[in-house]
């Protein structure tokens, strides 16, 4: 009897080991470039600051952001946070990774699973299927 508790121990310890070590192939599979959610946001407040610079609050940070309007995509980018902001949607934001502050490279419209998300977050009552 005790052999065979001792056994069914090693056999338990042994896949609980191999099942823990594994790794799986599925937390990259279809994985889409906004499905890291740390630079999707909703914007807020659009805001010119001078001539040629634009600043955009978002809801989920404090950290200013801003837009170089002499740069070439900017227009384009500005039209997609201008459009997100007046139908409610979630952006993907790219910054500059080179200077310590927000400074906005690039602007996509996030998929709808995020906006949707995010507007379920702000419901108060209870969220319907």
Do not use: W
């Amino acid at each position: 009897m005790k052999k065979k508790e001792l056994y069914f121990g090693i056999l338990i310890i042994s896949m609980c080991s191999i099942a823990c070590s594994r790794r799986t192939a599925s937390s990259t599979v279809g994985k889409k470039k906004d499905d890291d959610n740390r630079n999707v946001f909703y914007p807020t407040r659009i805001t010119a600051v001078s001539d040629s610079i634009v600043g955009i609050a978002f809801f989920q940070t404090a950290v200013p952001y801003f837009l170089n309007m002499k740069e070439p995509k900017s227009k384009k980018n500005l039209k997609i946070i201008t459009k997100a902001h007046r139908d409610r949607a979630m952006v993907y934001v790219k910054v500059d990774q080179t200077i310590p502050y927000g400074k906005i490279i690039g602007i996509e419209l996030a998929s709808a699973y995020y906006t949707e998300a995010f507007r379920r977050s702000l419901h108060t009552g209870p969220i319907k299927p």
